[in-house]
């Protein structure tokens, strides 16, 4: 049962990657976008993530409860020592659901409000993945370091450190490029397709470039990320299927297809985090000294794993159909209107 | 300000911020579902437009439920990381559930707000009702995780160390079903209440009169049953905490002394230097009776509990005394309402008799913060009554009076915001909704 647990908790934190990642992604490509056309990336948007996006950042509530129940200890040595970043990353996911939700809720449309809220909304959607990628860079940096003394080393420099800040915008950028991506097939005009493609085309680089500069921070850092990724089968071909994909993807989008490009994006993602992880599994936090906590190790008793392992495989027997339906109702009824 | 007490002002102003958009998320799709309903059935617009001008509300309510509620799970553990790393498991499993209920609930939502006229009306419909059992059914699982810290259960703990821990049990824990029947129509009632005041001072103010009158009529049915009701479910709450939480019914009394034919305390300051109430209506034997069901078997005082594990009795006791005063307004101001239903219908219009609602908007949302400060000060200084102390579980971080203000001042903004954009859907019902 601690292997569904597991699972469970791999497939949240992945999809709220993915689908809460690519929302996020809308808001980056919106702030990106000159002020001519943003009017239309948001109408294009609002359409696309309108009905879903509520649902795509339960992914993370699931990630965080299964987090507390499961693995206590961890959880609560990353609330300690990455206070700062998840509060951070708190604050943009509220500024970020507020402003998107009034925007549309506002029953004024016209005035000087809408731009506070589109303003609030696109900052915010840069920050949040930011700071969420600076987390997950921390956890396995090393630099977590529970025997420190003084405020800063504790609190501050726990994440605060070249490699977590740039796993934090190589996030941001997949974000944008997921976004992009799946703009494409939600735009109606071609003129717009070629907007969002030119974006998918920016994005793309920019990731790529915060990618090598991920490497270079790692090894500046001492964290083994190399080694980690081309060190073993596994992960070495994983990440040679994300980089076949892309290549496959860019053929396919110059053939004009849509929505195969979408899965491959997120079978990208999919590859960049298994081969990631794949190393250092089950350990979750790497910390400073050595003492890793591990997902295998640090969980919590049995009696509570087997309960929150069936609590989930029923709740998701409940959510998955219901949200593929939500998905593809909206999905079917926007292409009928087309 | 010390770092404990911000920890603990920045939770109770996170709980009290979220506690509000969550009553209104359980109780609206409700309201919303009775007029759709109505609506299919008549076939009479104005239950459409009463029905899409609610989720409106319903959406702008809910998004910002769903994002405090997001920043509580996060906060358990960065305000409170011992408290989460041996509770955690203990009492998780509401919280997985809820987690699942609220997943459902934000699916439903999507359906229900971006599916009219595209789907079945009566699945539409039905979207509606998931979105209220689900949002009923995440209420009744977080106040049941709550319970569990007034009355833990589920494990042993034996020196220092939680063993043979058992989820269910825990979740079932003694207090569970009297707190959540209590939080649950409490949220009726306040919601009812609110939407029904707000409707009542468009009436009074003559603005499109119909469509206010049979929105009011929904809201106020469920606000004064619920307002009838709660003080039945009050007094299983108070006999449970006088059996498992003396000190906290003894702060909420101010009932210093243990002796026979205690007295029912109304009002009063309490003076905890001298042990006494201070202007207090003193009704003696009535404490007895609703604790024991007879006026003379003492109940048990503060004289009881030693000092250092007794809650704030004056915050308790005044926050206590708040939610009974509007408990008992609202409740008779229910009555009234189904008086004049049944033998005096010409009062519903009077300007007297609307007063009375548009007066009572903000107060079953008082009574909800006052009657969580009763349970939550009441059961201090423990987190998890008898077990942990709230001063162990503090994060050890330093600096938190900085994240205070922070949460402060953003609070602050979100609901005036909220308020704001409420106001402006009000004003937009003459164009979007009720153009008679």
Known sequence: MLYVVIIFLFFSILLYFLLGGADFGAGIIELFTSTDNKSRTRRTMYKAIGPIWEANHMWLIIAVVIMFVGFPVIYSDMCTYLHIPLLIMLLGITARGTAFSFRNYDAIKDDKMQDLYNYIFVYSSFITPLFLGIVAGSVISRQIDPGAIDYLSTYIFSWLNWFSVMVGFFTVALCGFLAAIYLIGEAKEQFDVKRFTKK??????????????????AEHENVHLAHWIFGNPVSLIAVIAASLSLVLLWYLLSKGNTKVIRILAAFQVTMILVSVSYRHFPNIIMVKGGHNLSLLKDHAPMATINDLGWGLLLGSLLILPALGYLFYSFQTKQSRAN | MNDFIAARSQMALSLGFHIIYSCIGMVMPVFMAISNYKY????????????????????????????????????????????MEHAGPIFGMPFSLEGVAFFIEAIALGFFLYGWDKFNKWFHWFTGIVVGVSGVVSGILVVSANSWMNSPAGFDYVNGQYTNIDPIKAMFNAAWFSEALHMTIAAFAATGFAVAGIHAL??????????????????????????????????????GAAQRQPAKLAAMEAHFHTEPYSKLLIGGIPDTVNKKVNYGIELPGLLSFLVHDDFKTPVNGLDKIPQKDQPNVPVTHYAF?????????????????????????????????LKLFIAATPLGFIAVEAGWTVTEVGRQPWIIQGVMRTSEAV?????????????????????????FLLSRQIKMVPELYDHN
């Open chain 2, 202 to 239: 468009m009436i009074f103010r003559k603005k499109n009169v119909t469509f206010h009158t049979k929105s009011f009529k929904i809201a106020i049915a469920f606000g004064a049953v619920a307002a009838i009701l709660q003080p039945l479910s009050g007094d299983l709450s108070a006999k």
């Open chain 1, 200 to 217: 998918a085309v920016i994005m793309n680089a920019v990731a790529v470039g915060f990618g090598g500069l991920v490497f270079i921070a």
């Open chain 2, 40 to 83: 299919i059935k008549t076939k009479d617009p104005l239950y459409k437009h009463i029905t899409q001008a609610w989720s409106k509300g319903v959406a702008i309510f809910f998004a910002t439920g769903a994002v405090s509620g997001t920043m509580l799970s996060f906060e358990l553990g960065l305000l409170w990381p011992k408290f």
């Open chain 2, 321 to 353: 005394q708040l939610m009974v005063a509007i408990g008992m307004f609202l409740l008779a101001i229910g009555l009234l309402y189904f008086f004049a239903l049944w033998k005096k219908r010409e009062w519903l219009n009077k300007s007297w008799f």
């Open chain 2, 395 to 419: 994060t050890p971080m330093p600096g938190i009076h900085y994240s205070f203000y922070l949460f402060t001042l953003i609070y602050f903004t979100l609901s005036l915001a909220v308020v």
